[in-house]
């Protein structure tokens, strides 16, 4: 049985959290003040009530920039990508 499919270079795509999050005032309320206490913990104990968490999807550039190889990759694409 010979090679069926071969997928040179795929592209990866991935919903990730850019770190931009907006409260309701009862939300907040929910995170304890004298614990460690996450983004992803707090959303996930909201999905788990049953409440609703919303989220607003932005489409574009996006890199991770926090090892220094990674910082001046997006640099480098910076005039590429934003004609700057």
Same mark, same amino acid.
């Given at each position: ?16 959290? +850019?770190? +931009? ?6 939300? %907040? ?12 913990? %707090?959303?996930?104990? %909201? ?8 989220? =607003? ?15 001046? =990759? ?11």
């Amino acid at each position: 049985m010979g090679l069926k499919r071969i997928d040179e270079k795929p592209t990866q795509s991935y919903t990730i959290s +850019a770190g +931009a999050y907006v409260l309701s005032p009862a939300a %907040l309320n929910r995170v304890p003040e004298d614990a460690y206490y996450d983004m992803p913990a %707090l959303i996930a104990d %909201l999905i788990g009530d049953g409440l609703a968490v919303r989220e =607003q999807r932005a489409e574009g550039y996006w890199m991770d920039i926090g090892r220094p190889p990674d910082y001046a =990759q997006a640099n480098a694409d910076f005039g590429a990508e934003f004609g700057g």
